[in-house]
């Protein structure tokens, strides 16, 4: 079965910091991938995506993408309380032709002051 | 501008009964998709269709049917409900047409509870 892994966490860390979510999937076709933050008791928000080897960047936000080892992941940088909520992974996998977006299940992420 | 619209944003059912969960979208998108998201866990993909007449299995199609009828609305039926479908339900869509344009839309999900 195609899947996509997260470590659930939570992830704690002080505001300024660094936060490191990680997440790697098993499709080796898999071409789109998305991290999306959802606060609690609202829908998922799109905050990247990458399709490309390599770093993305955008503001205080970078994702990294590594093919060859089914890796993707998210920094994000002078880490703020309002980043305070959970982070999801999703890869475009393929499925009788389309690519359809799978989900991790999410890496719960705490700033704390 | 709607986007995705999802109704209703909460309900109550008792174990046995049906209700349908509606679905639209106003950005004329061939992908649509329903989601459920149990607590501390991401989201399973139910059904999705990518056009029209056109639908298919997720990963947790038990207890559930589509249908997609006009390229705006992708309703989701429970027929017997149970307390394993107690969760958050999230209609979703996405253009498709490329590989590399797969962003989704989506609604402000439905919080279904069966008692």
């Known amino acids: 079965q195609k899947e996509v892994e997260q470590n659930s966490g939570p992830l704690s860390v002080p505001e300024g910091a660094i936060a490191s979510l990680n997440c790697t999937y098993s499709d080796r076709v898999s071409q789109s991938f998305f991290w999306y933050r959802q606060y609690s008791g609202k829908s998922p928000e799109l905050i990247m995506s990458?399709?490309?080897?390599g770093d993305k960047e955008d503001g205080r936000f970078t994702a990294q993408l590594n093919k060859a080892s089914q890796y993707v992941s998210l920094l994000i940088r002078d880490s703020q309380p309002s980043d305070s909520a959970t982070y999801l992974c999703a890869v475009s996998l393929s499925s009788g032709g389309s690519y359809i977006p799978t989900f991790g299940r999410g890496t719960s992420l705490i700033v704390h002051p | 501008n709607a986007g995705v619209t999802q109704t209703p944003k909460f309900r109550i059912l008792k174990i046995g009964q049906s209700m349908t969960l509606q679905c639209t979208q106003d950005m004329n998108h061939n992908y649509m998709y329903w989601y459920r998201q149990d607590p501390g866990m991401g989201l399973k993909l139910i059904y999705y269709s990518v056009g029209a007449g056109i639908t298919d299995k997720g990963e947790v199609p038990n207890g559930y049917n589509v249908s997609r009828s006009t390229t705006e609305d992708f309703p989701l039926r429970l027929e017997l409900a149970a307390p394993s479908q107690t969760s958050v339900y999230f209609c979703?869509?996405?253009?498709?047409?490329?590989?590399?344009?797969?962003?989704?839309?989506f609604g402000s999900g439905t919080q279904l509870s069966v008692l």
């Open positions: 990458i399709y490309s080897n």
């Open positions: 979703a869509s996405s253009s498709g047409q490329a590989a590399t344009n797969e962003k989704l839309f």
